[in-house]
């Protein structure tokens, strides 16, 4: 689970403001999205928390390899026990969850971790993203369109008003497959909008093409 299109698509849509010093990324993984946010965001400090030890320590790795290194961290833990622990709050939050259900297993057991939700449910989500986030905080998220209805349920119920809201489709055809979404604990007018992949196969339309020109190498 190193490189996929939701969490590049994740770290290249978040938006942070100017004045935002701080931010979490939930379930890092090897680091994909907290490294593409430091690169975008270079007064941003970024704390990063995976579950599983040995991915932790891939991502801490590359990590260090960046030129952003002095200003990433990776820790091997819970949501729920970083929550407990820590006395730091966050301008911003990010999370690409997992979103299989639990009735949904996966064979190897890593990959099960990391994709399926009874590890990290969106209840648990928004419950600690409350008390992480500063006032005037905000949390990113990507989620597949069927658990839309579900979200706004539970983000509502955490004291979560939407902000932005973007609907992803494979093409100009094809059904919405995916929701960004970017939830305040502070009610504002929200933005909506459509982001459509591909124009045909293997040819990003240009707003993608705009949207993520800066994280893939050109072809040789």
């Known amino acids: 689970m190193k490189v ?28 994909l999205i907290a490294l593409m946010l430091a690169q975008r965001f270079p007064n941003l400090k970024i704390d990063a928390i995976e579950l599983d030890k040995d991915t932790a320590q891939e991502a801490e ?21 970083y929550d407990r622990d820590t006395v730091k709050k966050y301008n911003h939050i990010v999370c690409n969850p997992p979103f299989f259900h639990e009735g949904y297993p996966i064979a190897e057991q890593r990959r099960n971790q990391a994709r399926n939700n009874a590890f990290l449910t969106y209840e648990t989500l928004f419950y600690s993203a409350h008390s992480l986030l500063k006032n005037n905080g905000s949390i990113s998220l990507v989620i597949p369109i069927s658990e839309a209805n579900s979200v706004a349920e539970i983000a509502e119920k955490h004291g979560f008003f939407p902000l932005r809201i973007t609907q992803v489709k494979g093409t100009f055809t094809s059904e919405i497959k995916r929701l960004l979404l970017t939830y305040s604990k502070q009610q504002n007018t929200v933005q909506t909008d459509l982001l459509v992949l591909e124009k045909a196969r293997h040819q990003r339309t240009e707003a993608h093409q705009a949207l993520v020109a800066d994280f893939y190498l050109n072809k040789f």
Do not use: M, P
């Not at 990776?74 to 949501?79: D, I, K, T």
């Open 61 to 81: 790795y590359n990590f260090s390899q960046s030129q952003w290194s002095n200003r990433l961290n990776c820790e091997a833990v819970s949501l729920q026990v």
């Open 4 to 31: 996929g299109t939701d969490g590049v698509l994740l770290g290249a849509w978040t938006h942070v403001s100017s004045t935002d010093t701080n931010l979490l990324d939930i379930g890092t993984g090897t680091g």
